[in-house]
Nanobody
């Protein structure tokens, strides 16, 4: 049974920082490309950042220079360090694991990040 469990969300003031973590189980983690997506109220889910199995990263333009994605294959976790947070970063953040070659695509249930004063 595949599980992706996000943690680390919460309420933070503009300019603050949060670190999200996603713990994966039930998959061979090192073989999966991992990603963080977010969905704000009334908007579609959008890509935030991805990190490939070998470790290459990709970021949405809106978070470049502020967010950093990383992974720990020994612990089966992927993190998202978010700095200089803005109110427009408010959303539910979802962890994603994908192995496109085999049609494997899994999602966590999400963690809420609220940026507000």
């Amino acid at each position: 049974q595949v599980q992706l469990v996000e943690s680390g969300g919460g309420l933070v003031q503009p300019g603050g920082s949060l670190r999200l973590s996603c713990a994966a189980s039930g998959i061979i983690f090192s073989r999966y490309n991992m990603g963080w997506y977010r969905q704000a109220p009334g908007k579609q889910r959008e890509l935030v950042a991805t990190i490939s199995s070998p470790g290459s990263t990709n970021y949405a333009d809106s978070v470049k220079g502020r967010f950093t994605i990383s992974r720990d294959n020994a612990k089966n976790t992927v993190q998202l360090q978010m700095n200089s947070l803005k109110p427009e970063d408010t959303a539910v953040y979802y962890c994603n694991a994908v192995q496109a070659r085999f049609g494997m695509d899994y999602w966590g249930k999400g963690t809420l990040v609220t940026v507000s004063s």
